[in-house]
């Protein structure tokens, strides 16, 4: 009879585990293992610390950028709406207007109105 030897390095060979650790002392089991205190851990280069300033600075100026953008377009959309308004009232001011005197009285009015604003602007 031949004998196969299996092979036992169908998983990883070298694959890490962590170390199993006893019950804790305080009975707390459902809390992580606590970690020596390292007060230098969180400290980073200056060179990174400017390079993420600088990425935030520069994601900043882009999102006042969007917002002027945005504001910019909701004050066209007012001015435009103000305007229809504008012109809504001073065509229903003449058609007034026309009921009252005759036409081309109004059509004068309207000229002269109409140069008046060319002044004044």
């Not at 030897?5 to 089991?29: D, E, F, I, M």
């Not at 950028?65 to 809504?88: C, G, H, L, W, Y």
């Not at 008046?116 to 602007?121: A, I, P």
């Amino acid at each position: 009879m031949s004998t196969v030897v299996a092979s036992t390095s169908t998983a990883a060979p070298h694959a890490r585990v962590p170390p199993t650790t006893g019950l804790r002392k305080n009975g707390k089991q459902w809390h992580e293992p606590r970690k020596p205190f390292r007060p230098t851990a969180g400290q980073t280069s200056y060179a990174k610390r400017a390079a993420k300033q600088a990425q935030e600075a520069e994601v900043k100026k882009l999102e006042r950028e969007m917002k002027a953008e945005k504001e910019e377009q909701r004050q066209q959309k007012v001015q435009s709406i103000k305007d229809k308004r504008e012109r809504k009232e001073e065509k229903e001011r003449f058609e007034r207007m026309a009921q009252k005197m005759h036409a081309k009285r109004v059509e004068r009015l309207k000229r002269r109105e109409k140069r008046n604003k060319m002044l004044k602007s």
